[in-house]
């Protein structure tokens, strides 16, 4: 995804463009503007619209001035939980009401949070800014709350950009003010005096971040071991150079924290960003309208078919009513000609099948002679006969049997049970040969 980081400061602003890949980043480009009478934000915030391609992530990352912060602590261990109750806890205890404020919120261990606010009136101007020029941030933070996530930084240190002290402790920022740099070099030990007094854990060391703020470590007036942050080797593919580093870390920092989901935003409430879902809408739009055209097409397909089918069944029925009538001419016109077409087809096929079967039961008869006392049952089933009967004796039968080749294709013998009276009783079956019914 391509990130566009814009960092607004009192006299300039920064852009830089990211493209952050699963590989390695890469700098897509960076420019730097100047604020003065001629040329507000909103002029600067227009060009630097005018030349973004594509559909980067904007984040607005505001001075460092305009938010503020304090440490509570919450039995809470999920964030958004925290955020539900972060306006009941701070109530009454902030110089302003909280409806008027944005809030947010990041762990910074033992059950401590970073409560963090900005007045809804200033991040709502910024945001319009930016809309009325066409890039509308989806996220509105600050420099010093991504300062963890600049590449070298150490785990533990206080860090000063030109803007802000910011405290690092365990790799969380657990501290920041807003700084300029003409009161720098006193303001910076009084806040860590602060600090050291109210029971604040100091990091070992200060890390100092531009070109412009090394002088403090040259002039020794700085209560810790103060060192300007150097680029690390493995990003020299990004920033090319040590002073492109020094101007640009911040911001891939806040590109970092961004992408991974850590970083604080204040577009939440009424100010939360709602580009996305009316983008969403619009596709679900444009989905349920070509459901609705392929749903319309495939009724009138249907209905077309059943045209087609309809027109056909017509066409038969008046040809069956043809034929009836050259069927049957004397016969007045039938509520059903199929139905009585059928019937007598039916009827023609049964007296067929009566005489076939009159046919076969005068040749079994013939057969018999006059050894076969008699064949009381006889059942033909397509070309399967089986007949049962009294003979005179089991030769009787066998020569029956004899008799029937003509007529069967073949002949199987049933079992034979002879009686008191010397007369037996016999089943046979047999298939018929072709011709032969």
């Known amino acids: 995804m391509d990130y566009l980081i814009l960092q607004v400061e009192e006299k300039q602003v920064v852009a830089a463009s990211f493209k952050m890949s699963g590989r390695s980043p890469e700098l897509l480009g960076a420019a730097m503007f100047g604020l003065d009478e001629q040329q507000s934000l909103g002029d600067v915030i227009a060009l630097i619209a005018a030349g973004v391609a594509g559909n980067p992530r904007v984040v607005l990352c505001l001075p460092p001035s305009m938010f503020a912060m304090r440490t509570v602590s919450l039995p809470l261990e999920n964030l958004r939980k925290v955020r539900e109750v972060l306006s009941s806890q701070l109530q009454g205890e902030l110089p302003l009401p909280v409806d008027e404020l944005t809030l947010d919120a990041v762990s910074i261990g033992n059950g401590d949070f970073l409560a963090l606010w900005a007045k809804k009136s200033d991040i709502g ?28 930084i150490p785990a533990d240190c206080a860090l000063y950009d030109g803007n802000a002290l910011t405290i690092i402790i365990s790799g969380k920022v ?78 891939y920092a806040v590109a970092k924290a961004c992408q991974a989901g850590l970083l604080p935003d204040f577009r939440r409430g009424e100010l939360a960003w709602t580009a996305g879902d009316v983008k969403n809408r619009k596709k679900l739009l444009l989905t349920c309208f070509l459901a609705a055209v392929v749903i319309v097409v495939l009724f009138v397909s249907k209905g077309l078919q059943y045209r087609s089918v309809n027109a056909d069944l017509v066409s038969v029925n008046k040809s069956i009513a043809g034929l009836y009538h050259d069927v049957f001419p004397n016969r007045a016109k039938a509520v059903d000609e199929l139905s009585e077409v059928k019937g007598e087809i039916r009827k023609l096929a049964g007296a067929e099948s009566s005489s076939g079967h009159l046919d076969l039961l005068k040749k079994l008869a013939d ?18 006969l089986r007949v049962k009967g009294d003979a005179r004796s089991a030769q009787s039968v066998n020569d029956f049997k004899a008799a029937l080749a003509p007529l069967l294709a073949t002949v199987e013998l049933g079992e034979i049970k002879s009686r008191p009276d010397g007369t037996v009783s016999f089943s046979l079956t047999g298939t018929l040969k072709e011709g032969s019914k």
């Not at 009325?132 to 709350?145: D, H, N, R």
């Not at 303001?187 to 100091?202: D, F, V």
């Not at 090394?214 to 007036?221: F, I, R």
């Not at 076969?372 to 059942?379: C, D, F, H, P, V």
């Open 174 to 251: 657990t501290f920041f003010r807003a700084l300029d740099s003409l009161t720098a070099s006193a303001m910076i030990p009084a806040t860590l005096s602060a600090l050291e007094l109210a029971g604040a854990p100091l990091p070992p060391r200060i890390c100092l971040l531009g070109a412009e703020n090394s002088a403090l470590a040259e002039a020794g007036v700085l209560p810790l071991p103060a060192g300007q942050l150097q680029q690390p080797p493995a990003s020299g593919l990004l920033f090319k150079n040590e002073q492109t580093f020094q101007q640009l870390a911040g911001l």
């Open 125 to 152: 101007h910024a945001i319009e800014l930016c809309r009325t020029a066409g890039i509308e941030p989806q996220t509105v933070s600050s420099l010093p709350l991504a300062a963890n996530f600049i590449e070298g």
């Open 367 to 384: 057969a018999k002679g006059n050894t076969i006392n008699g064949l009381y049952e006889a059942e033909a089933e397509g070309r399967n």
